[in-house]
């Protein structure tokens, strides 16, 4: 018995190895271009990540940062912000508009030329270009807090600026 195997012609093949091929480069060129989108969202993200200064349990984990292609120049960026009990953040600025939305606990605000406020889950707050914002803490010294906040900044902007 014996089998007779028949290749097809290689015109009728070529649409199928063209795919490959293609999607073969594609898959090369995204391979070789993420570690420097990687890199790039990490240097905007980063400043908004160091620790305060009251230890570990205060973390910024970044969620997203897309350029906004109906304004350019512009990026959104999204971060939560985890406060452990009595967490804090050091007077600082930040480059664009932001506005944070507690998620967990309760958190202490303020920005300079204004009172103390204190906000919890449900509630939010607003933050100019610009403005100092002198507090920003866990209003809690035994209940962690969190809080997600969105900036809208210049692309390439550094994101966070402590103040002296």
């Known amino acids: 018995m014996s089998a007779t195997f028949r290749l097809p012609p290689l015109t009728e093949g070529r649409p199928f190895h063209l795919a490959i091929i293609a999607g073969l480069a594609c898959a090369f060129v995204i391979g070789k271009a993420l570690p420097s989108t990687i890199d790039a969202v990490s240097a905007v993200i980063e400043p908004l990540c160091a620790n305060s200064v009251t230890g570990s349990q205060d973390v910024v984990e970044p969620i997203t940062s897309h350029a906004l292609p109906n304004v350019p120049g512009k990026r959104v960026t999204i971060v939560r912000v985890f406060y452990g009990p009595g967490g804090f953040t050091p007077a600082h600025r930040h480059a664009g508009s932001v506005t944070a939305y507690i998620t967990k606990g309760q958190i202490r605000s303020q920005l300079a030329g204004g009172p ?48 002296n």
């Open 116 to 163: 103390v406020e204190t906000f919890g889950v449900g509630q939010s707050f607003f933050e100019p270009p610009g403005a100092t914002h002198l507090v920003s803490a866990n209003a809690s010294a035994t209940e962690p807090a969190e809080l997600i906040a969105v900036f809208v900044a210049d692309e390439g902007a550094q994101l966070t600026t402590l103040v």
